[in-house]
């Protein structure tokens, strides 16, 4: 093998890296890089060689001399080979460093979509990638089946009238509006759940999700990082941060970690304040309502007798993670907090950072009545 024949195979992990149970390695190129390698990097079961197996076949066979690795292969075409492996990240890893130590130039998936497809599509691809859940796939594939493109074409406007100066500045601000919205398509809503020691933060989770994940101990001050648990309610992906009891603390460590949960929740899309009503209120319960007025409140515990005596803010919600009483009901009022109005099947939505500054670019353009760059923006949108 020349040193050119090297540097021409490209190689793409196809499939998002650690997400599926199988990953797909795809082998742009001559394929006798494959075949090349000293010890040669893949044993097929049916002992030919990569470059002998027949276009369109799929084989079994070993990726590696030691620890070896199961594979499935199949040649493509006489310059394709795909490499389907265990999807963790250990198979896919080795893998894409023995082709890389063969010579193989390894690039991104984004980068590979780029060549063949126009930004805009690309992005929308990789988007559809991302999504987690069914709800926020379909939303992402109507936007790659031709809604966004449609919705930015409209922004162009015919002539640089006041009217369709106005009509223009309607359906870009209809979109800005849903940039949050779409931002959230491929990652999730940050939930942070806050409240003193031994409130039953962790238990709240564990009850949400459904599985033991944080540890429930009833020392208080057990939680000092804060731990994320990622799911999805109704259809939306939303990552769950179970924080430090909030309280004040002699233990640095501790008192870092009450750091950390003072800075998440300034960043939370949405705050659930748990009382724990079957204790008397302490000091802290209050500097947490005063300090986060916008919250959602939880009388948890609500299985116990209730000592606050009539002191429980009167939206609060109440909930107990033992019995899972009003569990839905603060699912309901979280996901209205969260989405509060969810967009119509036929609309479009922005879902890239890119496509959010061209939108607002182009909004400030419109807005200072410059038609250049307006026109400049919305073009590179669809670029
Ligand atoms: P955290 O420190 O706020 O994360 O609190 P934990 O989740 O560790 O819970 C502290 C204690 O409260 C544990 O003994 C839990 O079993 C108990 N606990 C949590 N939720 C409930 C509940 O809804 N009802 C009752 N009766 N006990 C609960």
Redesign the pocket.
């Known amino acids: 093998m020349t040193g050119q024949q090297v540097e021409q195979s490209t190689v793409t992990l196809l499939t998002p890296r650690g997400r599926g149970a199988v990953a797909t390695i795809r082998v742009c190129g001559n394929c006798q890089t494959i075949d090349s390698a000293d010890p040669s990097l893949f044993q097929a079961a049916n002992g030919r060689r990569m470059a002998q197996q027949p276009v369109g076949r799929i084989c079994f066979g070993h990726w590696g001399e030691q620890q070896q690795e199961d594979v499935v292969v199949c040649r493509i075409s006489n310059d394709v080979v795909e490499i389907h492996c265990h999807g963790g990240d250990a198979a896919v890893g080795r893998i894409l460093e023995d082709l890389k130590s063969a010579g193989c130039c390894v690039q991104p998936w984004f980068d590979s979509l780029v060549e063949t497809a126009s930004i805009f599509e690309a992005e929308l691809h990789n988007a559809v990638s991302r999504a987690t859940t069914l709800r926020t796939a379909e939303i992402l594939l109507r936007q790659q089946s031709g809604l966004l493109h449609a919705a930015i074409k409209q922004l162009i406007p015919v002539e640089w009238t006041s009217e369709e100066i106005g009509r223009v500045t309607g359906r870009l601000d209809g979109l800005i509006r849903r940039i949050d919205f779409g931002r959230h398509l491929t990652s999730p809503w940050n939930v942070v759940i806050a ?1 003193r ?8 989770i564990n009850a949400l999700v459904g599985f033991s994940r ?1 540890i ?3 020392q ?1 001050g ?2 000092r990082d804060v731990v994320d648990t990622e799911t999805a309610f109704q259809g939306w992906p939303v990552r769950l941060a ?1 924080t430090a ?1 909030i309280r004040d603390s002699a233990d640095k460590l501790e008192s870092a970690g009450i750091e950390l949960a003072r800075e998440r929740l300034a960043d939370a899309d949405c705050r659930i304040l ?1 009382l724990d009503i ?1 204790q008397e209120p302490l000091p802290e319960d209050d500097v947490l309502l005063v300090e986060w007025p916008n919250s959602i409140v939880v009388a ?2 609500c ?2 007798p209730d000592l606050w005596n009539g002191r429980v803010p009167q939206s609060a919600i109440q ?5 899972k009483h009003g569990l839905e009901n603060l699912v309901d009022c979280l996901i209205n907090r969260l989405i509060p109005a969810i967009p119509p099947d036929d609309a479009a939505v922005p879902v890239t950072k890119r496509q959010t500054d061209l939108l607002l670019s182009a909004r400030t353009a419109i807005g200072r009545n410059d038609e250049t760059e307006f026109r400049t923006a919305v073009q590179q949108l669809l670029n």
Do not use: I, Q, R
């Open positions: 409240g020691p031994n409130v039953g933060k962790s238990s709240l944080s429930v101990f009833d208080p057990t939680t179970d009891g748990l079957s948890h515990k299985d116990l909930v107990s993670s033992l019995t």
